[in-house]
């Protein structure tokens, strides 16, 4: 095998290949340097994508195969179209963009050179390779008669919906397997139809993007000789944001290369958040003897020693760039929940000018979207922002929901029995009285505790007629010409409890009434204005924002369920350090929050927010950052 090594001489080529891209500090360099197989720990705003195009140039430079190339994998289009674009920047760079080098995304690579050759020569059709469409296409054949007992088998499982839509093959043997669910058994009609079902849309050329690494071990089958011949074409591998990989990914690409070609791998594996998934413990990044690059160019060091502290492997954070701000610690009380995202649009525009923000966004992250939790706000973004995004309702919504809590009249809530539907009623009842500032309500943390709370302030107990009424009509008065009918009714019923001040017009115009995807304000993007000036602020979970850079960020803290714990909360023990227990001895639920964690605290450049309930933030906590130079604001 004949590689390429650079060397000192080859580092001061920089220079004049690329000036933005010169690294003198000694982990970079030895990064650079580095010709054998390695991988490469890298901290959040490292410059590792950055550093590797630069390793890339010169290599460029000095590269003598016409028919071998370097092999250039990412997760995302994004990343790739990053690489290339610095790549195309110089001569020697884009010399890389074409045969025989490949740069690309793993499962790009996956299809060119096993996936599509194999069903080709299987005489298969390829129409689509999206999830999505799959999707799509399984619910809609699902309505055809054949499968009508299948739809009945389906409509009896929790989960019916995700077993047909992550329908996917796995192994050369091409077996049909699920990702969310549990297939019935195999002498099952209902599993021989979930075959059947999946056969006709593989027969009619769409796929999940799955399906590929199962032709391409059934590739490896048939033609075992294609290890030697794909390894030979890249005597160099370079595989970025190498944490994100899953073990199916890992598997083919040490089979592929391991062993045969240099591959070097570049990520954080602290950033990996998505730790549910098959296999987990199998996965080797990083392997022994790897190289760390411990200093961040995005921020400074204040928000440097808070993200160093939630990094569950322990190796440390430094920060390279400017200290702008001070971290901040915004406390809420449970009825103010929704006023935390202003009053951060607020604050930013009192602390940032437009030119401190430039180019930058600010963004609003919280790990979970939606859940359940018998716990005080805030649980997760809906929380915050109610009608975020839109989406459709789904069963992990519909306490979040008071429409769908009370009786869905577009047929979307399935049968269910009494306790279930006196349950149901009772935390809308509870999230009506939350938003009407209702004064029993601010202290409830379970809807089981309303009937007692009311009794309290009325003995007759009218809330306790209202809920036997809504059980039993909700249903009908959810309908849009009823809907009035029920706004007063519950007006009426609530009044007790509910402010003076808060008459009719003003209760039917409260948040919780609005349905998500009516309210023309439902967007990913929140307007805040202060004083004249308008800022937008990009809301979404802390996985869909993975990889940003952003001016300022807000965490909300969110709860973990399984955890017990509120992720900001736990957090800030650690920060402080206050905490009992070693982070790396927490258990697999907790290191999963405090991973989320890590990667939401290191987006920003200049200023960092967190956000939390102020009944989970003792003054002992309060004083220990102050102590390290946090500020603390109450949202009002």
């Known amino acids: 095998m004949s590689i390429v090594s650079l060397n000192s001489e080859d580092l001061a080529e920089l220079v004049k290949i690329a000036r933005d891209l010169n690294f003198d500090d000694d982990e970079r360099r030895n990064a650079l340097l580095e010709s054998g197989s390695r991988d490469f720990n890298a901290v959040p705003g490292s410059g590792k994508t950055s550093l590797l195009a630069a390793k890339l140039m010169l290599l460029a430079k000095k590269w003598p195969h016409t028919r071998r190339g370097i092999c250039i994998l990412s997760h995302t289009n994004v990343a790739r179209d990053e690489i290339a674009r610095r790549l195309a920047d110089t001569p020697e760079g884009a010399k890389l963009?074409?045969?025989?080098?490949?740069?690309?995304t793993i499962h790009s690579f996956v299809n060119q050179f096993f996936a599509?050759?194999?069903?080709?020569?299987?005489?298969?059709?390829?129409?689509?390779?999206?999830?999505?469409?799959f999707t799509d296409k399984a619910m809609a054949l699902l309505q055809h008669r054949m499968f009508g007992a299948l739809r009945s088998y389906l409509d009896r499982q929790n989960n019916g919906d995700a077993i047909v839509s992550t329908l996917h093959y796995r192994t050369a043997e091409l077996e049909v397997h699920v990702e969310r669910g549990k297939l019935p058994g195999t002498a099952t009609q209902s599993y021989k139809a979930l075959v059947k079902l999946k056969n006709i849309l593989a027969e009619a050329g769409c796929f999940r993007h799955r399906d590929m690494f199962a032709y391409a071990s059934l590739a490896f089958k048939t033609c075992p000789h294609l290890v030697e011949v794909v390894h030979r074409r890249?005597?160099?591998?370079?595989?970025?944001?190498?944490?994100?990989?899953?073990w199916e990914q890992e598997a083919l690409l040490n089979h592929i290369f391991d062993g045969k070609s240099v591959m070097q791998r570049f990520g954080d594996i602290d950033q990996k958040i998505l730790s549910d998934e098959e296999n987990i413990d199998q996965l080797t990044f990083p392997r022994a003897g790897y190289g760390c690059i411990s200093t961040s160019k995005?921020?400074?060091?204040?928000?440097?020693?808070?993200?160093?502290?939630?990094?569950?492997?322990?190796?440390?954070?430094?920060?390279?760039?400017?200290?702008?701000?001070p971290p901040i610690l915004l406390l809420y009380a449970t009825a103010d929940t929704t006023k935390v995202i202003p009053h951060f649009g607020r604050m930013v525009m009192n602390r940032l000018t437009a030119e401190d923000i430039g180019d930058r966004e600010v963004k609003?992250?919280?790990?979970?979207?939606?859940?359940?939790?018998?716990?005080?706000?805030?649980?997760?973004?809906?929380?915050?922002?109610?009608v975020f995004g839109g989406v459709q309702q789904s069963a992990g919504r519909r306490s979040e929901c008071f429409w769908s809590l009370i009786g869905n009249a577009k047929g979307a809530l399935q049968e269910a029995s009494l306790s279930t539907r006196v349950t149901d009623v009772r935390r809308a009842l509870l999230l009506v009285l939350r938003e009407g500032k209702a004064p029993l309500a601010q202290d409830i943390r379970d809807a089981r505790a309303l009937p007692r709370a009311a009794k309290a302030v009325t003995p007759n107990g009218p809330i306790e007629i209202l809920t036997r009424q809504l059980v039993l009509t909700g249903e009908l008065l959810c309908a849009e010409d009823k809907r009035?009918?029920?706004?007063?009714?519950?007006?009426?019923?609530?009044?007790?409890?509910?402010p003076d001040a808060l008459d009719f017009d003003t209760f039917k115009g409260l948040n919780v009434f609005v349905e998500p995807g009516e309210s023309p304000g439902v967007s990913p993007v929140v307007s805040t204005t202060n004083q004249g000036r308008e800022i937008d602020l990009g809301v979404g979970t802390v996985a869909g924002m993975k990889g940003e850079t952003h001016a300022a960020s807000l965490v909300l803290e969110s709860y973990g369920g399984s955890s017990r714990k509120f992720d900001v909360a736990l957090g800030l023990e650690y920060i402080t350090g206050l905490a009992s227990k070693d982070l790396r001895r927490l258990p697999k639920t907790q290191l999963a929050q405090m991973r989320n964690l890590y990667v939401a605290m290191s987006r920003p450049t200049a200023l960092l927010c967190l956000a939390a309930n102020e009944s989970r933030v003792s003054v002992e906590l309060r004083n220990a950052l102050i102590a390290k130079g946090w500020n603390i604001e109450t949202v009002n």
């Open 298 to 325: 995005r921020f400074g060091k204040d928000i440097a020693d808070a993200v160093g502290k939630v990094r569950g492997s322990g190796n440390p954070v430094v920060g390279e760039g400017a200290n702008s701000h």
């Open 116 to 133: 599509i050759p194999m069903l080709r020569s299987m005489g298969k059709k390829i129409d689509v390779i999206d999830d999505q469409v």
């Open 364 to 386: 609003v992250m919280c790990a979970r979207k939606a859940g359940d939790g018998n716990v005080d706000a805030g649980r997760h973004l809906l929380d915050y922002w109610p």
């Open 97 to 104: 963009l074409s045969y025989p080098h490949f740069i690309g």
């Open 234 to 246: 890249f005597p160099m591998v370079f595989i970025d944001e190498m944490q994100d990989t899953s």
């Open 484 to 498: 009035d009918v029920l706004l007063q009714l519950l007006h009426s019923g609530l009044k007790p409890y509910l």
